[in-house]
């Protein structure tokens, strides 16, 4: 059971370059989530999503977008990455809103 | 205890020692309450949680509290050990509709052998 895998773990990008971050989970959940960590600001929820094709801003969403085409995938994209995204990107999937969230080993991405 | 800032707050206790960790919240509808531990290179990973209808629960070597009246929230960790070390987070939730919990910025646990 591999619960939540998150595709590539780490990545250096150049500024402007666009790429997408995979989030997959096995556990049949409806709700996933994507965030950024950055030091000492603790996890910042950037977009989520409720069900298969539904995704909704969250608390920084600006720079990044997402689909939910498959109930099992979370796609996180970055159009034209700049250094200001340089953060470990974490993808959380969990039953509910109420119910605790599963989450990957994160993405480390590192944006020059 | 969490706080707002660019530093993690620090909690140094040797082993076997117990551990109390604090998290203070400001939203009176928050409800549902989550606390996390998050080892280094790693994801964050469910400790325990508490709902509001309760004050107190325990798991295994771990126990939250729950004080609704001052909005404050500890997580106890019995016999501290080693592999304790750990960066752990609270989490709340509200009614109402929202899908969105809400972290803490964190506590950072060292446990010296």
């Known amino acids: 059971n591999a619960g939540v895998t998150q595709t590539p773990k780490f990545r250096v990008l150049k500024t402007g370059q666009s790429m997408t971050l995979l989030c997959a989970q096995d556990?049949?959940?409806?709700?996933m989530y994507w965030y950024r960590q950055d030091p000492g600001m603790g996890l910042r929820l950037i977009h989520y999503?409720?069900?298969?094709?539904?995704?909704a801003k969250g608390e920084v969403p600006d720079g990044y977008n997402v689909s939910r085409l498959k109930k099992q995938n979370f796609l996180l994209g970055l159009e034209s990455a700049a250094p200001s995204q340089t953060s470990v990107y974490f993808c959380?999937?969990?039953?509910?809103?109420?119910?605790?969230?599963?989450f990957g080993d994160g993405t480390r991405l590192s944006i020059l | 205890g969490e706080s707002v800032g660019l530093h993690l707050p620090t909690l140094s206790v040797q082993e076997g020692d117990n551990s109390i960790i604090n998290c203070a919240y400001s939203n009176s509808a928050s409800d549902y309450f989550i606390w996390y531990k998050q080892e280094s290179g790693k994801g964050p990973q469910f400790i325990i949680d508490?709902?509001?209808?309760?004050d107190k629960r325990q798991g295994q070597r771990v126990t939250v509290l729950l004080n609704k009246t001052v909005k404050h929230l500890s997580l106890q960790i019995a016999a501290t050990q080693p592999g304790d070390s750990a960066v752990y987070f609270c989490a709340e939730n509200s009614s109402g509709g929202s899908y969105i919990p809400t972290f803490g910025r964190g506590t950072s646990l060292i446990v010296h052998p």
């Open positions: 999503s409720v069900g298969e094709g539904t995704t």
């Open positions: 508490i709902r509001s209808n309760m």
């Open positions: 959380a999937s969990s039953w509910g809103s109420r119910q605790p969230q599963h």
């Open positions: 556990m049949n959940h409806e709700y």
